[in-house]
């Protein structure tokens, strides 16, 4: 399966995407249009193994609903990633079996090798 999951209004989503040069069998998934379903988190907890690792700590959403992240428990990560895109850390890149999670430098490199090995 290759597939880059991601927000169409985020810049830095755009920015990856444009630096991976995804070939077009890639299948895109904006997730505010089409949000992730609770298979999909499944498959990605168990190759991350923790929703923390899925959460994007820095969204919005934390301070309107007056949580912080280190409080929440993973029960409570799920149900906000199931709840609302702007929790899941994003893109998502699932290459065949590797996935790759969020912008770090590092992620976004290996991501690179992954795509286009040389």
Known sequence: MKKYIFLSTCDTCKRIQKELSLPTEVELQDIKKNPITEEQLEMLYSQVGSYEGLINNRARKFKELGLSPKDVSEEKR??????DYT???????IWDDKFFVGNAKKT??????AVSPK
């Open 78 to 83: 799920k149900e906000l990633l199931l709840q």
């Open 87 to 93: 929790f899941l850390k994003r893109p998502v890149l």
């Open 108 to 113: 976004v490199e290996e991501a690179k090798h």
